[in-house]
C-alpha cells in the first residue's frame, strides 16, 4: 500500500500564494494518478487537480473549473512527490487539502486508495 504524507498549507490573505506537497511511499503501479482533493466544512470532497503518471512519465492534468489558471499540478517521480502550487487565493479556497492516490487513470473519491492526513488552507479577506 502507498503512504502519503503532506506538508505545506496555512494561513494566507486573498491574492497570495501557497504551495503543497505529498510525498508517495510504498510500492505504486505502473500506471497512476496523484492528486488533491479539499474538503470545507458541511462541504462534499471534491477533486481539485490530478496528474497521471504512465511508466515514469508526467500523463494528463485536470483541474477543477474554478481553480484553472491559477493552481498548476505537477509530478517529480525521481521523487516520487507531486506539488499543487497555489496562486491567486480567495477565500473561497479555504479548505482542508487532501493528497489522494489511485492506480490506473481516474481519480474519483471512489478510485482512491490511499489519501493523506490532510493540511488546511485558509484564505482570509
Known amino acids: 500500500q502507498v503512504q502519503l504524507v503532506e506538508s505545506g498549507g496555512g494561513l494566507v490573505q486573498a491574492g497570495g500564494s501557497l504551495n503543497l506537497s505529498c510525498s508517495a511511499d510504498?510500492?505504486?503501479?505502473?500506471?497512476?494518478?496523484m492528486g488533491w482533493f479539499r474538503q470545507a466544512p458541511g462541504r462534499e470532497r471534491a477533486l481539485v487537480a490530478s496528474i497521471t503518471r504512465i511508466q515514469g512519465n508526467s500523463g494528463n492534468t485536470y483541474y477543477e473549473d474554478s481553480v484553472k489558471g491559477r493552481f498548476t499540478i505537477s509530478r517529480d517521480s525521481a521523487k516520487n512527490t507531486v506539488y499543487l502550487q497555489m496562486s491567486s487565493l480567495k477565500p473561497e479556497d479555504t479548505a482542508t487539502y487532501y493528497c489522494?492516490?489511485?492506480?490506473?487513470?481516474?481519480?474519483?473519491?471512489?478510485?482512491?486508495?490511499?489519501w493523506g492526513q490532510g493540511t488546511q488552507v485558509t484564505v482570509s479577506s
Open positions: 510504498g510500492r505504486r503501479t505502473r500506471i497512476d494518478t
Open positions: 489522494a492516490y489511485a492506480t490506473g487513470i481516474r481519480l474519483t473519491v471512489k478510485d482512491v486508495v490511499s
